[in-house]
């Protein structure tokens, strides 16, 4: 199970269902968030790989998703950005129920 899934069910656990796993945000940029809530504009994005040098964390890797977030925000989405470690100490469900309840 991933990250985003096991978010995903943490989320759905405490009744917050809606919840899009490798959601295409753009209609024609190829990007997506690792899970989001469309309802809301809500974006979910879990920074794998960032003590190993993973691809989040190099060059080419880092500026794209600097170009993927931007453009997100100019669309009208809130990203929150997580690492797998704040999934599993309940810190990322924590937030993300909290921005939900702001935008309802």
Same mark, same amino acid.
């Given at each position: 199970?991933t990250a985003a899934?096991m978010l995903k069910a943490?989320?759905?656990?405490r009744? /917050?269902?809606? !919840?899009?796993l490798?959601? &295409?945000?753009?209609?024609v +940029? #190829?990007f997506?968030?690792?899970?989001?809530?469309?309802?809301t504009?809500l974006a979910?994005?879990?920074e794998?790989g /960032?003590?190993? !040098?993973g691809?989040?964390? &190099?060059?080419?890797?880092? +500026? #794209?998703d600097?170009?993927k977030y931007?453009l997100?925000?100019?669309?009208?989405?809130?990203?929150?950005?997580?690492t797998?470690?704040d999934v599993?100490?309940?810190i990322?469900?924590?937030?993300?129920?909290?921005?939900?309840e702001?935008?309802e």
């Amino acid at each position: 199970m991933t990250a985003a899934e096991m978010l995903k069910a943490q989320l759905e656990q405490r009744g /917050i269902h809606g !919840g899009e796993l490798e959601y &295409r945000f753009h209609p024609v +940029r #190829r990007f997506r968030f690792d899970l989001a809530y469309p309802s809301t504009k809500l974006a979910i994005e879990i920074e794998g790989g /960032i003590f190993t !040098g993973g691809r989040h964390t &190099r060059g080419a890797g880092y +500026r #794209r998703d600097m170009g993927k977030y931007n453009l997100a925000t100019l669309m009208g989405w809130r990203v929150l950005r997580y690492t797998p470690q704040d999934v599993k100490d309940g810190i990322a469900v924590r937030q993300i129920i909290e921005a939900l309840e702001v935008t309802e």
